[in-house]
């Protein structure tokens, strides 16, 4: 958690804050009881320091927290997952990464189910090595090849969440400039279009194709990302991308807001059945 998403450690800190008011305990008589510093106490509750999940069990035995679903939760928001596979891999491109990019993949790599809108380039976890890399090299100006390589590394390694048990529910509406815009040249671009029919046949993906036909719509705006747990909904979290930052939604209006933005596309987007003949169809066309 001390690299997590600070969204996640708002949440931790104020619930964290709320049990130990309810058990009577002033800041200071919380840090005694645990053998640390006050102020590391309150910079965990105001979300400004990070926590280790063994630091949680701490405070939780001192507030006398027994309830094993809100420990539970508790222990997803310091970042704790059980699950193989999953640990916190992307910490060895500290040097590389930016620190909202690792909050990205943090949220990713604990969530549960993704649901996304792209309206300019296919999805990260469906991308093809080449597409990535051309893609990338577009996006980022100025790389020099061993910091591509590594950020391509990294594209490929958040595709396991597609591989691991049980793997993450993908839910894709893919806007039609998506499967037009040409990445790398036209035989990139078929191979990749390749890809995404390949993925729309596994269980736990969904895509849909939003074709220019449907006209506009509410996502012209932009693509955001909804991250779901299976914990508790209290964790879920809206990610908006810009140019140099991520905006992290959490309150509840925007969540339901941008969940009905997202059930109003699915609605106008073509089936998955017949998304999946669209992709095909514009491959064969590529």
Known sequence: ????PAVRRRKLGAELRALRTGAGLTS?????LVGWHQSKVSRIETGTSGVKPADVRLL?????????QLRELLMVLAGFD????????WHAYRGVLP????DFISLESQASAMRTLETSVVPGLLQTPEYARAVTRAAVDGLDDERLDALVEVRLARQDVLRSQPPLELSAVLDEAVLRREVGGPEIMTRQLEQLVEAARLPHVRLQVLPFAAGAHVGVTGPFVIFSFSTTSDLDVVVLDHLTSSLYLERGEDLQAYTEAFNALQFH??????????????????
């Open 99 to 102: 620190p909202t990019y690792r």
């Open 269 to 286: 987007a073509l089936s998955p059945e017949d998304s999946l003949d669209y992709i095909a169809a514009t491959g064969d066309g590529a």
């Open 28 to 32: 200071g008589e919380a840090a005694r």
């Open 1 to 4: 958690m001390q690299n997590g």
């Open 60 to 68: 939780l035995d001192a507030f006398g927290v027994r309830d094993s």
């Open 82 to 89: 059980e699950s193989a596979g999953r640990h916190h891999w």
